[in-house]
């Protein structure tokens, strides 16, 4: 149900074997497809033969940063055992050509100041280097002024260990606070769906947030991979096409309150527009969506990504409610995050069916929608500026216009009545003329 798996209480499981029921039977003859993006978000590429991996090593942060929580403990741990063992050998070298480590007689008087006192061995000394670096200071073991040279390994010592910390604590921070953390709480719904909305067939998908922080200035973005062949013959493994998301703000930005179904139209200038139920089991096509944003609490910007292949649109179908209104405040019920409910739809593609409606290739505005229809001089009509072609299905004034060609045959003036946006305007029919 979720692209995420473990989101979801195990009070749910019911509810979501009921939705894997009730999913359509989908050929699995075919061997299973490559995808770029996977329903985690994790990205399905392997990158091989890369012969300049000292790129890698000149952004060493970022590389310890994208290496996995078991390497980045191997490092750091490392990285403060060999510190510690090294100093420990220079202490210890030290120690040895000062005289420090050669047998005192007990019985005998105090003998020349060490370098660093109660150092008597390499144990001894791999202790004082951890006191050292990690600023524990037990009090039995310290750096005399006998030996200019036990000063400065201290400071030595003591800069590169701050250095590592920062390093070691920088990289475990921005491991722990990376925004794909907080993509884990966004989740989409494993299936999209084709269905009629307004007439036209859609495509849908549903995406929803867990927390109760929210992304501010939240994004959809919507791709589409396929196979491509270009009119001299080269083939485009991967071709990316860009999908207008459906917005009355025109824009791709979402108010990400609760869960949204997100659209897009299947219409003239669509890469779906030529897909059909028929096609739609035999394309190679992939679906990516991307939702881009930034968190509230950290303000760090934020990536959550998740992808769509034949198999897992399902035509003829649309999302359940989840919202309702209880107590004066919405409830969402996250158990039907991905039901869906068959729809009756036609199995044929949107250029199909414009082509069983009549519409011409050459026309871009199938039917005048809209407001503000007023005549644009004899045999056309406009609308915001735009003439279309006569030809086009008579809007709701053909009947005042042929009442017009009667007049003008009988060589009278009459006046006719035109409604634009929801005022009643009387004028004359050589003032509309013009």
């Not at 060490?114 to 150092?119: D, G, K, L, Y």
């Not at 083939?235 to 997100?262: A, H, K, T, W, Y």
């Not at 005048?368 to 809007?395: E, I, K, M, N, T």
């Amino acid at each position: 149900m979720l692209a995420r798996k473990g989101l979801l209480p195990d009070g749910f499981l019911l509810t979501r074997l009921a939705e894997d029921q009730n999913q359509p039977n989908r050929s699995r003859s075919r061997s299973q497809r490559a995808r770029f993006i996977t329903k985690t978000g994790s990205c399905n590429v392997a990158h091989k033969n890369i012969r300049e991996q000292g790129r890698f090593l000149q952004d060493v942060f970022t590389t310890m940063v994208d290496l996995k929580w078991q390497h980045s403990l191997l490092i750091f741990t490392s990285a403060f055992l060999c510190s510690w063992m090294l100093f420990a050998m220079i202490w210890w070298l030290v120690a040895f050509a000062h005289g420090d480590l050669e047998p005192r007689d007990p019985n005998g008087g105090p003998g020349p100041v060490p370098c660093v006192t109660a150092i008597h061995s390499f144990t001894s000394a791999f202790l004082f280097s951890i006191e050292v670096q990690v600023t524990i200071g037990f009090g039995g073991r310290m750096v005399t002024e006998e030996c200019p040279l036990a000063i400065t390994v201290l400071i030595i010592q003591n800069i590169l260990g701050l250095i590592i910390n920062a390093v070691m604590l920088g990289c475990v921070f921005m491991k722990t606070a990376q925004a794909n953390r907080r993509a884990e709480t966004l989740i989409f719904s494993r299936n999209a769906v084709i269905a009629p909305r307004n007439g036209r067939p859609t495509f849908m998908f549903r995406v929803g947030d867990l927390r109760k922080s929210m992304i501010i200035s939240a994004t959809v973005q919507l791709q589409v991979i396929r196979r491509t062949v270009t009119a001299e013959g080269e083939v485009i493994p991967v071709c990316q096409l860009d999908i207008q998301v459906e917005n009355p703000l025109r824009s791709n930005g979402i108010f990400l309150v609760s869960p949204l179904i997100i659209s897009h139209t299947m219409e003239r200038g669509s890469p779906l527009y030529e897909l059909s139920a028929q096609s739609l089991a035999s394309d190679d096509l992939e679906i990516i969506v991307i939702l881009e944003g930034v968190v509230e609490t950290t303000g760090i910007t934020m990536q959550a990504r998740t992808s769509y292949t034949p198999e897992e649109i399902l035509w003829g179908r649309r999302f359940v409610s989840i919202i309702t209104e209880e107590d004066g405040r919405y409830c969402v019920d996250y158990s039907k995050f991905g039901n869906t409910v068959p729809v009756r739809m036609s199995s044929l593609s949107a250029k199909e069916l414009d082509q069983t409606r009549g519409v011409q290739e050459g026309s871009s505005d199938a039917t005048l929608q809209g407001w503000g229809l007023v005549r644009a001089g004899r045999g056309g009509f406009r609308r915001g500026g735009r003439a279309c072609d006569s030809s086009a299905p008579q809007p709701w004034y053909a009947q005042s216009e042929k009442l017009e060609k009667e007049a003008e045959q009988k060589g009278q003036k009459k006046t006719v009545q035109l409604e634009v946006i929801g005022r009643q305007v009387e004028d004359g029919l050589g003032d509309v003329s013009d």
